[in-house]
């Protein structure tokens, strides 16, 4: 069984910055970071596939970057301008194929085959 470790979560304040990671046991070409907000089911945030180009969120996009270093199996997710919707529990995550990098906004939980533990995000107005 896969595994991934998040860290980075905290609390911040509004217009603050966070720096998510996530080890990964294993070099994967298509990863991502999803997100349960209060009162929501999770959502894709970001996904990263080395052979194509970073997709984002509507919601996020221009505020958060992803990134990953193979060497290191590490994903990352720079969170900028951080708004108090922002606050969940964040997630990384490897999808089942890796044709789920292709969309953000697309993807389903349904299409995960591994999750980590997770991270708290907490922005504060």
């Known amino acids: 069984q896969a595994q991934l470790l998040e860290s980075g979560g905290g609390s911040v304040q509004a217009g603050g910055s966070l720096r998510l990671s996530c080890i990964a046991d294993?070099?994967?070409?298509?990863l991502a970071w999803f997100r349960r907000t209060p009162g929501q089911g999770r959502e894709g945030v970001a996904t990263?596939?080395?052979?194509?180009?970073?997709r984002y969120a509507d919601a996020v996009k221009g505020r958060f970057t992803i990134s990953n270093d193979g060497a290191k199996k590490t994903l990352y997710l720079q969170m900028d301008s951080l708004k108090p919707e922002d606050t969940g529990m964040y997630y990384c995550?490897?999808?089942?194929?890796?044709?789920?990098?292709?969309?953000?906004?697309?993807?389903?939980?349904?299409?995960?085959?591994?999750w980590g533990q997770g991270t708290q995000v907490t922005v504060s107005s």
């Open positions: 995550a490897v999808p089942t194929l890796e044709s789920a990098c292709s969309s953000a906004d697309g993807l389903v939980p349904q299409s995960i085959a591994v």
């Open positions: 294993a070099y994967y070409r298509c």
């Open positions: 990263f596939y080395t052979l194509g180009t970073p």
